[in-house]
């Protein structure tokens, strides 16, 4: 009697154990802050069940999980970004992990479960975003798209006082577009070397070198390390005009030898390779990081419409593409000799030339070490640059100080005269302007390579 009694009371013990024994396991968290809101993401062993709630007096976020328990290698305590104001945990009805995120402002929440990918298992997602913060195109595009109206008048006051006619003349906007970001690093490397940090390198000198170039200024897309939306992307670009829009990466593929430089721009029916239709979903697939999709919801008419515009900002991309892959070959080796097509999401605004270019292969162990080197990102950064100035040579919008930055030829000027002027080489004044040799003429119009020859 005694055995069955020790037997039973053994069965109760060993079953009321099971529910923490197949327990889920947070294991890791990371947070990352972005212009318009802070994400949380939890790393947890399985599946999970949880509710989400908000509370007030003080402001927090509340995840309760489901027989869960907290990893002891997770530090909950160290972790305060953003409205982050620090993170705790409990046991709750003795199984469940209660998870609390303590905030210093009121917010709007949002969660999302994600499948195991290449680089993570399954994650729990919490978007945290303050509620005065309603419109996110104008924050996520930066602080000076937020003005009072007094600071718009005071703008417009200060255009009126300027009489000279140059005072009206804008720069072009070069939109600077480093790809993935945050949760999302892109591409490894064989040595563990991130995509998403060497493209933000690269796109980081190339934004310097933009901004000493008169005439021209810089927009960076990304300007940190935070994931943002692919369309949101385009957004922020299309909301300060931008005039040209280049999407910087170093992607991976299954071969390791693959090595070289690519330009890619819109294909609105496919991709022109086999490779690019895998680079194109490998990119497009990135949103499904941020838990949306890339469905447009549209209708027919705007499609149409839409569809129209790209057709002609297209031809304007493949000029773009030309001038910096032409630039590439020069630097380096290029994977493709012609600029390349695939239905990258980051590339589809309707009124902006878009490209993306592939700085190198960061699964090929030998450029993944120089994707890496400082001296080697500005190197890209420079070829990128020259690409730019060739184009905007050729193709200036109206309206901007490089479109007036042109020199009519007088008796008794010559090339190595008007270089010198303009501090610039003869043959940058060449290649700008398609002259062969050194004869000019009476009238002649030169367009004038903006920025000096350093």
């Not at 109760?12 to 968290?29: E, F, Q, R, Y």
């Not at 690269?202 to 939306?229: H, N, S």
């Not at 593409?321 to 630097?331: E, I, N, Q, R």
Request: include cysteine.
């Amino acid at each position: 009697m005694n055995l069955l009694k020790i037997f039973c009371l053994s069965a109760i013990v060993t079953l009321s154990a099971l529910p923490l024994a197949n327990a889920a396991k947070l294991d890791d968290v990371r947070v990352w802050q972005s212009p318009d809101k802070t994400r949380v993401v939890f790393d947890v062993s399985a599946v999970i069940d949880y509710t989400l709630f908000t509370l007030s007096n003080p402001h927090r976020v509340v995840l309760d999980i489901k027989n869960a328990r907290l990893s002891s290698s997770v530090d909950l305590a160290r972790h305060k970004d953003g409205v982050l104001n620090g993170i705790r945990s409990g046991v709750r009805n003795g199984r469940d992990l209660r998870v609390v995120l303590d905030l210093n402002a009121a917010v709007s929440s949002k969660s999302f479960a994600l499948k195991p990918s290449d680089h993570y298992g399954h994650r729990l997602v919490v978007d945290l975003q303050p509620v005065d913060l309603k419109d996110f195109d104008l924050k996520s595009i930066g602080p000076q798209r937020v003005h009072t109206d007094t600071a718009i008048k005071k703008k417009k006051t200060v255009v009126v006082k300027k009489a000279a006619p140059l005072s009206k003349l804008r720069d072009v906007v070069v939109a600077i577009d480093a790809g993935h970001g945050g949760e999302d690093p892109g591409a490894h490397g064989p040595n563990g070397v991130n995509e998403k940090d060497v493209v933000y390198a690269i796109a980081k000198e190339l934004a310097a070198l933009v901004r000493k170039e008169r005439g021209m200024k810089p927009l960076m897309i990304r300007t940190g390390d935070y994931y943002l939306r692919l369309r949101n992307r385009v957004k922020k670009a299309r909301a300060h005009n931008a005039d040209i829009f280049i999407s910087i990466h170093a992607d991976a593929f299954k071969n390791p030898r693959v090595s070289g430089a690519s330009v890619y721009v819109l294909s609105p029916k496919g991709a022109s390779s086999e490779m690019a239709r895998l680079l194109a979903e490998r990119e497009n697939a990135s949103d499904r990081v941020g838990g949306v999709a890339l469905d447009d919801k549209d209708d027919v008419l705007k499609i149409v419409l839409v569809d129209l515009a790209q057709t002609a900002t297209i031809e304007s991309s493949y000029k773009l593409g030309g001038t910096v892959l032409s630039a590439l070959k020069d630097f380096g080796d290029v994977h493709k000799r012609d600029v390349e097509q695939a239905a990258f999401a980051v590339l589809k605004s309707p009124d902006i030339p878009s490209i993306l270019v592939e700085a190198a292969f960061i699964s090929n162990p030998r450029e993944e070490g120089r994707l890496v080197n400082k001296r080697h990102q500005r190197a890209v950064a420079q070829t990128l640059m020259k690409g730019v100035r060739g184009y905007f040579a050729r193709h200036t919008p109206p309206g901007t100080w490089l479109a007036q930055n042109r020199h009519v030829i007088s008796e008794g000027e010559t090339l190595s005269l008007i270089a010198r002027q303009y501090r610039v080489s003869v043959d940058r004044l060449r290649v700008v302007n398609n002259i062969v040799g050194d004869r000019v003429k009476v009238g002649q119009v030169l367009n004038i390579p903006n920025g000096r020859d350093s």
